[in-house]
């Protein structure tokens, strides 16, 4: 984990606690599961014990769903040791937890007191029974105060992120923006060839169609198309001036990425923070994305990259035309991508942000043992 590295390298010590969900079939509908994705007493038991044996200063969750449950939030607080979130997808405010529906965004659960929009279309995997169990979990801790009251700080990758969230109850007192970073520094790149880049999940929200039929338009222009996926039959089918790439290790990523002329991100999707754009931006390379989630808000129009309408292939192809016509102001926008990257996605901007929001936690969790302590006090 990257965070981890980040704060070993700087003399923290990090333990790591982490459970596989892989004997999980997908469907949340046995009881057992369901009531342990509620609220399980094994894994409160468990981090209890943990907390107990490594005496932490904080304990930062990345995951709890859906074996290990809010439950390890009341672990926490039970132990007296602040507690952080890290909300790397939008699962508290939605029941698939990706806001997207139908080929579309979709926010019809924000905001509700119980997801029964999400139910309705079976938004987990397509699975009704699993998605009632889903909206029950986040009904019930939503009444039991478990989202105000058991968390310290929770951070958000971006600040659409952040609205998002706030729009769908998470605290806005609590609620931190951190961005990734990228650790190591992988470099800038020396030269770029004459090519764009797709890097990602070949599946519909993702804008593969779109991204398709944008460069079915343009004439002699390379696309490399790095990933696999539901879509990846369409990809191979395509003409000439399109090489799937399919899987490759993080390692030759970052070398496509150096290696490219630009980056393409058409996501039809609410993307809560996309990796790729830092990585591309470490690189020096700019980003041509769509006006949509937070790469509207990471990738600065005419600066650090382009932006085009979502869904629209005719957009896209334009703009992609225009970077391939203009190597000046490309050059330009891969200048600012690279001083980009160097102000806001280094490990140590990274860290100080970290460290700020972990002493922000420690002192909510700080008053609030004061303030039980004086109840303690005038009850008795």
């Known amino acids: ?47 209890q014990q943990k907390i107990a044996s490594f005496r932490p200063d904080v304990v930062h969750v990345h995951n709890f769903f859906p074996q290990l449950s809010p439950s390890v939030y009341y672990a ?11 909300l790397h997808n939008f699962r508290l405010i939605c029941p698939n937890a990706l806001l ?43 009444l039991w105060g478990t989202w105000r009251k058991r968390v310290d700080a929770y951070i958000a990758l971006s600040d659409f992120a952040q609205n998002k969230l706030i729009a769908g109850g998470v605290p806005a007192s609590r609620l931190f923006v951190k961005p990734n970073c990228l650790l190591p520094d992988p470099g800038v790149r020396r030269e770029s060839a004459d090519f764009a880049l797709f890097v990602g999940r070949l599946s ?34 395509e003409h000439a001036n399109i090489e799937f790439v399919g899987r490759r290790s993080s390692e030759a990523v970052l070398e496509l990425i150096g290696a490219a002329a630009f980056l393409i991100l058409p996501s039809e999707c609410y993307e809560n923070f996309p990796r790729v754009i830092v990585e591309a931006f470490a690189k020096g390379v700019p980003v041509l994305g769509s006006r949509l989630g937070s790469p509207e808000e990471l990738i600065a129009d005419g600066r650090t990259g382009l932006l085009f309408r979502p869904g629209d292939a005719e957009d896209l192809s334009i703009k ?61």
């Open 76 to 86: 926490c607080q039970a132990s007296h040791v602040p507690v952080i979130q890290t």
């Open 1 to 47: 984990m990257q965070e981890k590295a980040l704060l070993e390298a700087r003399g923290h010590s990090v333990d790591l606690f982490s459970v596989s969900n892989n004997s999980f079939s997908g469907l949340l509908n046995t009881v057992s599961v369901a009531c342990g994705t509620v609220y399980s007493r094994k894994s409160r038991r468990l981090v």
């Open 204 to 237: 519909p929200e993702k804008g593969i169609k779109t991204l398709l039929a944008a460069w079915s338009r343009l004439q002699g222009r390379n696309l490399k198309i790095v990933g696999d996926g539901p879509l990846r039959n369409a990809v191979e089918k």
């Open 320 to 380: 992609a035309e225009w970077l391939f016509t203009h190597p000046h102001e490309l050059k330009g926008m891969s200048q600012a991508a690279r001083k980009e990257f160097e102000f806001k996605y280094t490990a140590d901007r990274n860290y100080e942000r970290l460290i700020e929001i972990y002493h922000s936690a420690m002192e909510v969790s700080h008053q609030r043992s004061a303030q039980s302590n004086v109840r303690s006090r005038t009850i008795n």
């Open 100 to 142: 997207f529906r139908e080929g579309k965004p979709c926010e019809d659960c924000v905001g509700r007191s119980f997801a029964w929009p999400g139910v309705m279309h079976a938004c987990y995997r397509g699975s009704r029974a699993g998605t009632t169990v889903l909206a029950s979990m986040l009904t019930a801790h939503r």
